[in-house]
């Protein structure tokens, strides 16, 4: 799913920046670009950082984050 329309940023690209070792939003930023546009991605983003980074504390993928957030 496309989170920032203005750079073409999906919920894929924010779990690979994760996996990736995005330690935080700022550097997410940095790396994607996401919402630094328009800003109308900001909190869904956010959100979606947070939830991966979580995710891949817990050991969790793509798949099984994606599932508990559309309750799958
Ligand atoms: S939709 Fe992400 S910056 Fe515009």
């Known amino acids: 799913m ?3 329309i203005c750079h073409r940023i ?3 690209d924010i779990a690979r920046a994760v996996r990736e070792g995005c330690a935080s939003f700022d550097q997410l930023q ?8 328009c800003g109308a991605c900001h909190d869904c983003a956010h959100q979606r950082f ?3 980074s ?3 504390h ?3 993928g793509l798949a099984a984050s994606a599932a508990r957030t ?3």
């Open 30 to 37: 940095d790396d994607t670009r996401v919402a630094t546009a």
């Open 58 to 60: 817990r050991g969790e």
């Open 50 to 52: 947070h939830e991966q």
């Open 70 to 72: 559309s309750g799958a």
């Open 10 to 12: 999906s919920d894929r």
């Open 54 to 56: 979580a995710a891949g």
């Open 2 to 4: 496309i989170i920032c």
